[in-house]
């Protein structure tokens, strides 16, 4: 399995950008899919961005045209990216890194990402 460190949340205004970042130690060669999960409260957990082990990028419809999922180069070193831009209020949420390996995912411990005026 795979130990994901998160980092990157904060407290934004509307408008602003953050960056999260994600890196994956551990079995990171046999790592499937990464990327991001976000869950509101009150809400469900959803989807955000996610990447393939071959390069192929998932964005959810609501984040689109303004996050981006990118990574490094995977023979060194497994870390994932989240560049979000003119974020809003509602994509306040705790952010969670996923990884899934062999079918079996794997969780960071969550990064809070606040959107307030």
């Known amino acids: 399995q795979v130990h994901l460190v998160e980092s990157g949340g904060g407290l934004v205004q509307p408008g602003g950008s953050l960056r999260l970042s994600c890196t994956a130690s551990g079995s990171i060669f046999s790592i499937e899919v990464m990327g991001w999960y976000r869950q509101a409260p009150g809400k469900q957990r959803e989807l955000v961005a996610a990447?393939?082990?071959?390069?192929?990028?998932?964005?959810a419809d609501s984040v689109k045209g303004r996050f981006t999922i990118s990574r490094d180069d995977p023979n060194y070193t497994y870390t994932v990216y989240l560049q979000m831009n003119n974020l809003k209020p509602e994509d306040t949420a705790v952010y969670y890194c996923?990884?899934?390996?062999?079918?079996?995912?794997?969780w960071g411990q969550g990064d809070q990402v606040t959107v307030s005026s």
């Open positions: 990447i393939t082990s071959g390069g192929i990028t998932n964005v």
């Open positions: 996923h990884a899934r390996v062999r079918s079996i995912a794997n």
